[in-house]
Nanobody, 114 residues
Framework: VQLVESGGGLVQPGGSLRLSCVASGFTFSRYNMLWHRQAPGKGRELVASITSSGGGTNYADAVKGRFTISRDNAKKTVYLQMNSLKSEDTAKYYC????????WGQGTQVTVSS
């Protein structure tokens, strides 16, 4: 199992970024996928989740209305569209899947700063 994130970077407050996570080594379309984040000095927190078909999504209260999780099962990729970014969104963002055990990507850094 491998999860590889990309798309992070430095963005000004109010800006947007789109994160991608490409999966391999398992039947992607059968599993729910999640995005977590970890800010400096804080614990890892769940940001958003999406069901295997993409028909169901959930979001942390802090990102509702600003972030959108989606997936393309043909491309084995899950996305996180982040709009109206705030400084408090600064964190390393991780892709996660539970396939008998927890699997994490290496993370991609998002920094929101003017």
């Amino acid at each position: 199992v491998q999860l590889v994130e990309s798309g992070g970077g430095l963005v000004q407050p109010g800006g947007s970024l789109r994160l991608s996570c490409v999966a391999s080594g398992f039947t992607f379309s059968r599993y729910n996928m999640l995005w977590h984040r970890q800010a400096p000095g804080k614990g890892r927190e769940l940001v958003a989740s999406i069901t295997s078909s993409g028909g169901g999504t959930n979001y942390a209260d802090a990102v509702k209305g600003r972030f959108t999780i989606s997936r393309d099962n043909a491309k084995k990729t899950v996305y996180l569209q982040m709009n109206s970014l705030k400084s408090e969104d600064t964190a390393k963002y991780y892709c996660y899947a539970f396939i008998g055990k927890a699997y994490w990507g290496q993370g991609t850094q998002v920094t929101v700063s003017s």
